[in-house]
């Protein structure tokens, strides 16, 4: 079992497979500080100063215990209020449309750049369905 195992984790593709994981995931923290530092704070200043990561409902009540301010997100979640976080949800939209898209490019990229497959040569043209009928009927008809 440990050779089996030994010879599938020395397979090319597992490697390829254990690197673009690594790699993807260092390419999502870019992604995500792209979305979070450069392009929410634009989208802010275009909308008039919203702050995204603000933006929630406060769906239960909030614990008697809790001293913080009623519009800071980060705190009411911590101090377990159950809350929607639509603006946390259309953040993590927009990072996806962004990953997705750079995915998109480097993928399309990567085509161009591939040699184009020759194409498998024809099958050789056989005789027709009705040629091969001729064949039966007049065999038939010596028959």
Do not use: C, H, W
């Amino acid at each position: 079992m440990m050779g089996e195992f030994k010879d599938f984790v020395s397979r090319g593709n597992v490697l390829d497979l254990a690197v673009g994981v690594i790699i993807g995931a260092a390419f999502g923290k870019i992604v995500t500080s792209l979305t979070e530092d450069m392009i929410m704070p634009v989208i802010g200043v275009v909308t008039g100063g919203v702050d995204f990561t603000n933006k929630f409902v406060v769906l239960g009540k909030v614990p008697d215990t809790y001293k913080g301010s009623l519009t800071d997100y980060a705190a009411l979640k911590a101090a377990g209020v159950p809350m929607l976080g639509y603006g946390a949800f259309i953040t993590a939209v927009i990072g996806f449309v962004l990953m997705a898209f750079v995915i998109f490019q480097i993928v399309r990229m990567a085509n161009k750049m591939m040699p184009a497959k020759p194409e498998a040569p024809a099958a050789p043209a056989g005789p027709s369905e009705v040629d091969l009928l001729t064949e039966i009927r007049d065999a038939l008809k010596k028959a």
